[in-house]
């Protein structure tokens, strides 16, 4: 059974950074194809994808968040960490963790229930 | 990158009503085309993968056609449980993914 959850804070300030963490089980990044990816959500608004990591370490990010954006893994523990820096409270979002892989057609095909990151002062 | 857009952006129908929503490529795609359902305060389930095949354990009465830089995700009887939001999303080639604006399904 696949499953994916994200932790991290609940509120950040801004300027500052966010770090969040994918934890995972029924799969491991050591096994050929599979790649990790964050994607956000506005309140209200679309899905936005942000990063993905693959299991040789290959990293990718989006056009415009690219400067902002670390994405890294820990295979021993199943978890991939997502840091994004200068936060402003446009990045007030869900941010989601799901599974993607190569064999296949890439789509998202495991979710986590994703978690609410407000960015106030 | 790669637009996707969505239409419409909202949709009323009723119970049993034959719906179909349309997502454009701002350029060809092949088949790496994704459709998602998203109910509130949960997270996007896949429907749909390459373009066509039915994600295992999604009723029938979805079904996605299309190729190019054209798709369209069809219901072919609405139930109750299916008003929600819809995404179509492209995975083509090298990152960055995109997602359509999305397709609120509401009940007339």
């Keep these: 059974q696949v499953t994916l959850k994200e932790s991290g804070p609940a509120l950040v300030k801004p300027t500052q950074t966010l770090t969040l963490t994918c934890t995972f089980s029924g799969f491991s990044l050591s096994t050929g194809g599979m790649r ?28 415009s968040l690219k400067t902002r954006l670390t994405i890294s893994k820990d ?40 978690t609410l990151v407000t960015v106030s002062s | 990158d790669v637009q996707m ?7 009323s129908a009723s119970v049993g009503d034959r719906v179909t929503i349309t997502c454009r490529a701002s350029q060809t795609i092949s088949t790496y085309l994704n459709w998602y359902q998203q109910k509130p305060g949960k997270a996007p389930k896949l429907l749909i993968y390459a373009a066509s095949s039915l994600q295992s354990g ?23 449980e299916d008003f929600a939001t819809y995404y179509c999303q492209q995975s083509y080639s090298i990152p960055p993914y995109t997602f359509g604006q999305g397709t609120k399904l509401e009940i007339k």
């Design chain 1, 36 to 63: 990790v990816n964050w994607i956000r959500q506005p309140p209200g608004k679309a899905l936005e994808w942000l990063a993905r990591i693959d299991r040789d370490d290959d990293k990718f990010y989006s056009t």
């Design chain 1, 75 to 114: 295979t021993s523990k199943n978890q991939v960490v997502l840091t994004m820096t200068n936060m402003d409270p446009v990045d007030t979002a869900t941010y989601y963790c799901a599974r993607t892989h190569s064999n296949s057609w890439d789509e998202f095909d495991y979710w986590g229930q994703g």
């Design chain 2, 5 to 11: 857009t969505q239409s419409p952006s909202s949709l």
């Design chain 2, 58 to 80: 999604v009723p029938s009465r979805f079904s996605g056609s299309g190729s190019g830089t054209d798709f369209t995700l069809t219901i072919s009887s609405l139930q109750p």
